[in-house]
């Protein structure tokens, strides 16, 4: 078992913030929600990367991103969900305690939402425009 980390913010996150968890993972609510009903899907065990969870921990951790699906959907009626996990700082990630981003989206909340998480790289994002593009 992989220790707390004392600097880590989700290893410390006060436990009533939790919103649903099984014996592996926990889910709760981001702090800085990129829409209403963000929600973050964390492992019990401070690990970085997706790569080093277990078998029984991803697939802990995936029943938790259907769980809270579901609920976010009872409170907030989105249209739709981004699921994404920014993995190595590279890719992203801030924080150094593996954590899958469950993003509820609604429709209009962008004025075009198609590509989704593939603005990450916004020049690839519209491969629809293929022909237009120049790179
Ligand atoms: P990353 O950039 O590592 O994929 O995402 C880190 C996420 O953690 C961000 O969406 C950020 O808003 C969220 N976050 C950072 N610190 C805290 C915190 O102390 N509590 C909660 N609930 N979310 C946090
Ligand atoms: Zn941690």
Redesign the pocket.
Same mark, same amino acid.
């Given at each position: 078992m992989t220790m707390k980390s004392t600097t880590c913010? %989700?290893c410390? !996150?006060d436990e009533s913030?939790n919103v649903l968890e099984n014996d592996r993972a926990v889910a %709760?609510?981001? *702090? %800085?929600? #990129?829409t209403p009903g963000?929600a973050?899907i964390v492992p019990r065990r401070h690990i970085a990367s997706f790569f080093e969870a277990t078998k029984e921990e991803q697939a802990a951790l995936f029943e938790l991103v259907s769980e809270m699906r579901e609920r976010v959907l009872a409170e907030r009626a989105p249209d739709g969900f981004n699921i994404? !996990? *920014?993995d190595g700082t590279a890719?992203?990630?801030? #924080?150094?305690?593996l954590?899958i981003?469950l993003i509820p989206r609604y429709a209009g909340d962008t004025e075009d939402p198609r590509g989704g998480v593939r603005w990450i790289m916004p020049v690839k994002a519209p491969y629809w425009k293929k022909g237009e593009r120049k790179t």
């Open positions: 913010p %989700f410390t !996150i913030k %709760f609510y981001d *702090n %800085f929600p #990129v963000h973050l994404g !996990i *920014n890719a992203g990630q801030t #924080v150094m305690h954590h981003h």
